[in-house]
């Protein structure tokens, strides 16, 4: 027979986990992402010292645009779709700066390091270095 003091930890460990899983997803699900005109997404060059910002979108519902990076490695595809922005394609080895996706938030980025590129969502408010 089955000790009930262990079938009691595991059923209460599952539904802890579902309740994380569920929760998360509830919260994730209500990230909105409010138009203000102030809201940019920022294309930075990396250099040894420090960043340097090589292109500026603002961020509104009826703006759709590629730009095109050109850096060590070949040429990054930054695409900007209305509220968001994300990195397209790069010619960087493990494509981590494409499985970010799309970022919609202030802070939220995107670094193709190969590439030497960052991708910033920035607030107006937050003074970048």
Same mark, same amino acid.
């Given at each position: 027979?089955?000790?009930?003091?262990?079938?009691? &930890?595991? +059923?209460? +460990? &599952?539904?802890?986990?579902?309740?994380?899983?569920?929760?998360?997803?509830?919260?994730?699900?209500?990230?909105?992402?409010?138009?203000?005109?102030?809201?940019?997404?920022?294309?930075?060059?990396?250099?040894?010292?420090?960043?340097?910002?090589? @292109?500026?979108?603002?961020? =509104?519902?009826?703006?759709?645009?590629?730009?095109?990076?050109?850096?060590?490695?070949?040429?990054?595809?930054?695409?900007?779709?209305? +509220?968001?922005?994300?990195?397209?394609?790069?010619?960087?080895?493990?494509? &981590?700066? &494409?499985?970010?996706?799309?970022? =919609?938030?202030?802070?939220?980025? =995107?670094?193709? +390091?190969?590439?030497?590129?960052?991708?910033?969502?920035?607030?107006? @408010?937050?003074?970048?270095?």
């Amino acid at each position: 027979m089955k000790d009930p003091k262990k079938v009691l &930890v595991i +059923l209460l +460990l &599952v539904f802890l986990g579902l309740a994380f899983i569920y929760g998360g997803k509830l919260l994730m699900a209500k990230r909105k992402v409010k138009e203000q005109e102030y809201l940019k997404a920022n294309v930075y060059t990396l250099t040894g010292a420090g960043r340097k910002l090589v @292109k500026e979108f603002n961020l =509104s519902t009826e703006k759709k645009e590629l730009y095109n990076y050109e850096g060590p490695l070949g040429i990054t595809i930054v695409e900007v779709d209305g +509220l968001r922005v994300r990195v397209k394609s790069s010619p960087c080895p493990d494509q &981590v700066c &494409v499985q970010f996706g799309w970022l =919609s938030l202030p802070n939220d980025f =995107s670094a193709c +390091l190969p590439n030497a590129m960052l991708l910033v969502i920035e607030d107006g @408010k937050t003074i970048a270095n």
